[in-house]
């Protein structure tokens, strides 16, 4: 992810042709406001943003150019796929959409950036060496078969599914009813919901969480809801990542 600098959009497809490149929603905003003004057209930018599937991102440009057709115009020369969460792979497992997580470990280098470039590599050895020490501590205090965070998020997916209904089909395929008309379909075989949430970040929407209530109530062996949590969210997979350790080295008077 990145700021959309026309350089660093070059340097990426040169050397990671693979690589899903998103742009931060944050840094399209501060673009669009030097040329638009008004809340309405920021916000109407978010909602963009944060769509899940290509139906409502149509929904919204339309609402868009009912705002402000030269806005809209402006914003349908950004490829969705770079920013929007209806036109994500889901190869990431991710949906986040700025790149707070870069500009955090920036932050921390702050007192590091004016010294001598060994000097700065030691400042980063450091850090890292004290993050990981840190994390350590917390998956020490955690229990249960997902990380904090993605626990999380199940709750508040449980808490939700709670007030929707599930028609089922006979096959793998339901029909999930709630509030406000938010109906959708869960094929359970492909791991597909048509909202897609459960596709992009890997955690089941409320949909699909209703559809495992309903599936484990004629089978037992269907499992909780956390169950159907892509491994990258596991304890298992978090404590993988940190086993990896920066070791601590002599001084120059050892040497």
């Known amino acids: 992810m990145s700021d959309r600098q026309k350089g660093l959009i070059q340097a990426v497809d040169k050397l990671f042709p693979s690589a899903e490149h998103r742009f931060c929603v944050r840094h399209i905003e501060d673009n669009l406001r030097s040329l638009f003004k008004g809340k309405l057209l920021r916000d109407a930018l978010w909602k963009l943003a944060r769509c899940t599937s290509p139906t409502q991102y149509e929904r919204e440009m339309n609402n868009l150019k009912n705002l402000n057709k030269r806005c809209h115009l402006w914003v349908s020369k950004i490829p969705p796929e770079t920013w ?6 889901g190869r990431a497992m991710s949906d986040v959409l700025t790149n707070n997580m870069c500009e955090c470990f920036n932050s921390k280098l702050v007192d590091g950036r004016d010294k001598p470039i060994i000097t700065l590599l030691e400042y980063i050895r450091e850090y890292v060496m004290r993050k990981i020490v840190t994390v350590l501590k917390v998956i020490d205090r955690s229990s249960g078969l997902l990380t904090p965070y993605a626990t999380q998020i199940m709750e508040s997916v449980k808490k939700e599914a709670s007030r929707y209904s599930v028609h089922w089909n006979g096959e793998d395929h ?4 709630g509030p406000y008309g938010d109906q959708c379909v869960v094929n359970m075989s492909t791991s597909t919901c048509a909202c897609r949430r459960w596709e ?3 955690i ?31 304890m298992d997979r978090w404590k993988a990542v940190y086993s990896c350790k920066v070791y601590p080295i002599n001084g120059m008077s050892m040497l």
């Open 174 to 177: 339901y029909q999930v009813t």
């Open 204 to 234: 089941p929407c409320r949909h699909v969480v209703a559809c495992i209530w309903v599936k484990g109530a004629h089978d037992r062996s269907v499992g909780r809801p956390e169950t159907f949590v892509k491994p990258i969210y596991t």
């Open 84 to 89: 929007s969460r209806s036109h994500f792979s």
């Open 200 to 202: 992009i970040t890997g």
